[in-house]
T-cell receptor
Framework: AQKVTQAQTEISVVEKEDVTLDCVYETRDTTYYLFWYKQPPSGELVFLIRRNSFDEQNEISGRYSWNFQKSTSSFNFTITASQVVDSAVYFCALSAAINAGNNRKLIWGLGTSLAVNP | EPEVTQTPSHQVTQMGQEVILRCVPISNHLYFYWYRQILGQKVEFLVSFYNNEISEKSEIFDDQFSVERPDGSNFTLKIRSTKLEDSAMYFC???????????FGDGTRLSIL
């Protein structure tokens, strides 16, 4: 079965704190992709990052960093020096192979609602 | 930057009525998807579409649902006879190929009365 678990339902931090959002996934595929999307209060889904299963290098983009560990099936997301504008729901998603070749549907976690307070 | 556009942004419909949600994917993208998100819940896959046919559909995507790409640019989701439980945000997404990220439209909020 393919599954994404985001155990943290809600996190509240004070501005400038660092915060880590956890994501654990399950899949039998050997090739897969992991994603993080941000959903601000306005409701749209904003793509943040994609990581493929063969690339375990951590990635940093500004205040955002991601830690992919296949050994623990985790793909955690850290925001450094959080800001009020980071307040949103963050979804981790797994791209699973649908069939022989085409399309990869996204399987989503329940999301973590992050509130950054001034 | 190219965007996926969805119209309308909000649709209010009486139960039992047909509704069509419209999407214009990014122009050079070949893979198309519909997802839905019931208020406060996670995003759920509905259907994927490639080469003018459905690649996969979820158990949510029953006979009341259909998708079409009528003119090479639009990608529509039709719900034939809406139910109260169809109330949700519906997101369209597209990707250039199956390994590229899916880019999402801003969603259509569907409210069934």
């Amino acid at each position: 079965a393919q599954k994404v678990t985001q155990a943290q339902t809600e996190i509240s931090v004070v501005e400038k704190e660092d915060v880590t959002l956890d994501c654990v996934y399950e899949t039998r595929d050997t090739t897969y992709y992991l994603f993080w999307y941000k959903q601000p209060p306005s409701g749209e889904l904003v793509f943040l990052i994609r990581r493929n299963s063969f690339d375990e290098q951590n990635e940093i983009s500004g205040r955002y960093s991601w830690n992919f560990q296949k050994s623990t099936s985790s793909f955690n997301f850290t925001i450094t020096a959080s800001q009020v504008v980071d307040s949103a729901v963050y979804f981790c998603a797994l791209s699973a192979a649908i069939n022989a070749g085409n399309n990869r549907k996204l399987i989503w976690g329940l999301g973590t609602s992050l509130a950054v307070n001034p | 930057e190219p965007e996926v556009t969805q119209t309308p942004s909000h649709q209010v419909t009486q139960m039992g009525q047909e509704v069509i949600l419209r999407c214009v994917p990014i122009s050079n993208h070949l893979y198309f998807y519909w997802y839905r998100q019931i208020l406060g819940q996670k995003v759920e896959f509905l259907v994927s579409f490639y080469n003018n046919e459905i690649s996969e559909k979820s158990e949510i995507f029953d006979d009341q649902f259909s998708v079409e790409r009528p003119d090479g640019s639009n990608f529509t989701l039709k719900i034939r006879s809406t139910k109260l439980e169809d109330s949700a945000m519906y997101f369209c997404a597209s990707s250039a190929n199956r390994s590229q990220p899916q880019h999402f439209g801003d969603g259509t909020r569907l409210s069934i009365l």
